[in-house]
């Protein structure tokens, strides 16, 4: 069997950056400012012919398959693709261009093909259904390993005869080139669409810091004035404070109508045959449906599991809606109108609701939220709860300006990993909020640290000034940030494993359970300070901000909720059906569950990224509260012991959370966590949606 060990790709010319197995930069970091554009198709070829060299060793080994030459040979291969991949498609989501949205084009389907002559690859399936974990005395990480490669190679169709493996590989390749122009239609009708502001008039009802945004969005793109953009720090504060109802109503438009605009970026099409083709391939597996097929690998394990608990919240999270309806349009007939309250006016009069019922007004409360204090809150929590240590790094490679790098340390000095912060919005930079990473955690190949980022899309302030984030800003933050952590804190031999690559509904628990220190009032009392004068949160706002907790909840649950019933229904009951209308479509399921008119999906289906930009959520969109009825449920741990930083909890926490990877059955690793699985209960008491 050849060496898989990686040696770089020596073929590549010596100014191409990945040519090169490990790189001189600070701490391991890709060296963005050399990477070109014309660096990335060579270094692919060069990576993708190296990798099928080194499986085409494995498969044809002529020595008795062992964990060794089999599985673990098989995890220390394809670090160079790795490498390649990672910064690309970092990139490709961050800080794209036209340049690489070509390559993204050509470079997917055939990632998707090499991956399916791995998955597909009879000798090499036959090599690991030969490994005997009895015989060999394997350990229970090489068990879960091995145990994981099977599950992988037969949903990737290992056990289908020649022809449908075919198929299988044909669908893998045509749905990454259908996954890839998604995403790109998506981005381009989110930066092609500005609303200018033109003089005072237009200008009404916005506070200085979203006047300022709109200002800096403008000067960005070249433009006069202020504008507003379809990025949520922007459009979302917009729809709040905007006093103007004809602009907000115009503005929502472009909003809702992402990708169903018509013309090249409109993605009905791209979404019909997505949901025929992802069918078709649960059906050649002999799943009844797509949704079968996701669910089957998950926590929830039948999509009837994931609908019962959709159910169970849609419910009274409905009726509480309903009653945020009628004190909205109270407070509409109180000003003098007669208008029916609309989607596009719901944000408007809740914050106006807001600031009667509980006196809070959130121009206010970001005035105590700057983006440097709540990054620090953040890494306080971290610190209290981990031992963690972060210094900030200035003289490293990054790839844009607004990057920003930290080291983060255990106590004893040893080196965790590093941290990237992508804070702001930007034309080049897709919409939303996520974790990844340029360099995963493992062991099997020496020590190797991860580089974890965050990216974020938050209004960058005008040079001098603070960027300041709403509450649910500051959550997005502690939210990515749990994500981050999961990648950080990993502490596993084998990269298959490592970090957040575990089940899609308990993926989410990191991040949830993390959003809750930020509403704890010992960690707002210590961070949010005033970003002018540095003067504590006064205690009369901070009862306040914690006291409207839940309010809103029906209105937040009923577009979450609504968005992920319209995900598992499509995967459910859309399957190959010919002459499928997405619109049409969404409409029926919505009024099947009787949607309230005035409050739109989270994510309407032709824009809804998580689960059409690729197969990550796709039937799996609930994860999200089927990990928060877990985090809910976790926090009452700390809670319990009497302090929300305990040391014996948050130790049970990185053991069996946070640091364990893909080591356990997710139901497993709470349970260790935990003593128990949780109730919906918590969950409900949470969102205020408890009777």
């Known amino acids: 069997m050849p060496d898989v060990t990686d040696a770089g790709l020596p073929s590549l010319p010596q100014d191409n950056p990945f040519r090169d197995a490990q790189w001189s930069t600070p701490h391991g970091l890709p060296p963005f400012e050399r990477i070109e554009p014309g660096h990335y198709m060579p270094a692919f070829e060069a990576a993708l012919a190296a990798h099928s060299a080194e499986i085409a060793g494995i498969a044809s080994d002529t020595a008795p398959a062992t964990f060794a030459n089999t599985v673990a040979a098989m995890e220390r291969a394809g670090q160079a693709l790795e490498r390649v991949a990672g910064v690309f498609y970092n990139l490709t989501g961050s800080n794209t261009n036209p340049e690489l949205q070509a390559i993204e084009r050509t470079i997917g389907p055939k990632l998707a093909r090499h991956g399916s002559a791995i998955y597909l690859n009879p000798q090499l399936w036959a090599r690991i259904s030969a490994v005997d974990a009895e015989a060999e005395g394997l350990g229970p990480e090489e068990r879960r390993v091995l145990d994981r ?35 790109q239609n998506l981005l381009a009708d989110e930066s092609s669409f500005t609303l200018p502001l033109a003089g005072e008039d237009d200008l009404a009802g916005l506070p200085p810091f979203l006047r300022a945004a709109a200002e800096s969005a403008a000067r960005e793109r070249g433009l006069e004035g202020h504008v507003i953009t379809l990025s949520r720090s922007l459009i979302e504060p917009f729809l709040v404070f905007s006093t103007r109802r004809d602009l907000r109503e115009k503005a929502y438009a472009a909003w809702t109508k992402r990708g169903e605009n018509g013309g090249t970026t409109d993605n009905r099409a791209i979404i019909v045959e997505m949901i025929g083709l992802r069918a078709e391939h649960a059906r050649l597996l002999g799943f009844d449906s797509f949704a079968h097929f996701k669910l089957d690998d998950t926590m929830a394990a039948s999509p009837d599991a994931a609908m019962e608990l959709l159910r169970d919240v849609w419910t009274p999270a409905r009726a509480r809606a309903g009653e945020e309806r009628e004190r909205l349009q109270a407070l509409v007939q109180q000003e003098g109108h007669n208008f029916a309250l609309q989607a596009h006016d719901w944000r408007h009069y809740t914050e106006k609701l807001r600031r009667a019922e509980h006196d809070l007004d959130e121009s206010e409360v970001k005035a105590y939220l700057p983006l440097d204090r709540m990054i620090q809150a953040a890494f306080d929590t971290a610190s209290r709860l981990f031992g963690l240590t972060f210094e900030e790094l200035s003289d490293v490679p990054r790839y844009h300006p607004d990057v920003r790098v930290w080291r983060v340390g ?23 909020a996520w974790m990844s990473a340029f360099r995963s955690q493992e062991r099997l190949n020496g020590t190797v640290t991860p580089i974890i980022v965050n990216v974020m899309n938050f ?36 990269p298959l494993l490592s970090g957040t690559s575990v089940s899609r509904d308990f993926v989410e628990l990191p991040s949830q359970l993390y959003e809750h220190w930020l509403e704890q009032p010992e960690v707002l009392q210590a961070h949010a300070r005033h970003h002018r004068t540095g003067e504590p949160m006064p205690d009369a706002l901070l009862r306040k901000l914690l006291a409207a907790r839940t309010f809103n909840q029906g209105f937040a ?27 049409v ?13 005035e409050i739109s999906m989270r994510h309407r289906t032709p824009h809804f990224a998580h689960i059409f930009s690729g197969d990550g959520y796709a039937a799996g969109y609930y994860s999200y509260l089927w990990s928060e009825v877990l985090d809910a449920d976790a926090f009452d741990a700390f809670r319990e012991a009497g302090d929300i930083f305990d040391p014996e909890t948050a130790k049970r926490l990185r053991t069996y959370v946070y640091g364990a990877g ?24 949470k969102r205020g949606l408890a009777a």
């Open 459 to 494: 209004a960058k302030a005008p040079p001098g000034e603070s960027a300041l984030l709403s509450f649910d800003d500051a959550r997005t933050l502690f939210h990515e940030f749990g994500h981050a952590l999961h990648g950080l804190l990993s502490d596993v031999t084998y």
């Open 149 to 183: 490669y099977r599950i992988r190679f037969r949903r990737a169709g290992a056990d289908l005869g020649p022809a449908d493996k075919a198929r299988i590989a044909e669908i893998a390749a045509r749905m990454s080139e259908l996954g890839t122009q998604f995403s």
């Open 585 to 597: 479509f969404e409409a029926d399921a919505l009024q099947r569950i009787g949607m309230p008119a």
């Open 557 to 583: 649950t009923v577009e979450y909720t609504a968005s992920a019933i319209v995900d598992m229904t499509l995967h459910l009951s859309a399957g190959g059906e010919s002459g499928l209308d997405v619109p």
């Open 662 to 685: 893909n080591l356990r059955d997710p139901r497993d690793a709470y349970t260790a966590f935990r003593g128990r699985m949780p109730s919906i209960a918590p969950l409900l008491k």
């Open 410 to 432: 255990n106590p004893d000095g040893s080196e965790v990993g590093l941290f990237l912060g992508d804070y702001f919005a930007r034309s080049s930079k897709r919409s939303g």
